[in-house]
């Protein structure tokens, strides 16, 4: 079982795991697609989420803090203007995860992880889910209405 375990630890010490994911969500914002291995993509989720996150709050500490997670003024800029309008509306999930192939050389699981909502993305995102409210039978509805 996993518990109490935070996040993958990449075989990495945490110098290295750091540099090496502040370069990939740079590229990540750079790029809106990448290509990585499964475990890297899914440590890179919580990250880019985060950039985002930090984007649409919008603060002066917030951009003081992502200036800590993206490496180039390009990808802050682009963070801080393009992305925080794009998804203002959206709550969360700024990233999908698609897993590609198994490279030859070490068997290792590729996936693609890329920003939902943008023109060249692989798979279109979903549209809202409904609210619960709304799914209910109508004798449901009337009894939470108060009818």
């Not at 075989?11 to 370069?23: D, F, P, V």
């Not at 590609?100 to 290792?108: F, H, L, P, V």
Request: no cysteine.
């Amino acid at each position: 079982m996993k518990h109490r375990v935070a996040f993958r630890k990449l075989g990495r010490r945490t110098e290295h795991r750091m540099a090496m994911l502040r370069t990939m969500v740079t590229q990540l914002i750079h790029h809106e697609r990448i290509e990585t291995t499964l475990p890297k993509a899914k440590e890179l989720r919580r990250i880019a989420d985060q950039a985002v996150t930090l984007a649409k709050q919008g603060t002066l500490t917030a951009r003081r803090k992502a200036q800590h997670l993206i490496r180039t003024d390009e990808a802050r800029h682009k963070l801080f203007t393009e992305m925080v309008e794009r998804y203002k509306s959206r709550e969360g999930g700024y990233t999908r995860i698609l897993r590609t192939q198994i490279r030859r050389s070490d068997g290792a699981q590729l996936a693609y992880i890329e920003y939902v909502d943008w023109e060249g993305e692989l798979r279109s995102a979903r549209p809202p889910q409904k609210k619960l409210a709304s799914l209910l039978p109508a004798a449901a509805q009337a009894a939470v209405d108060g009818r």
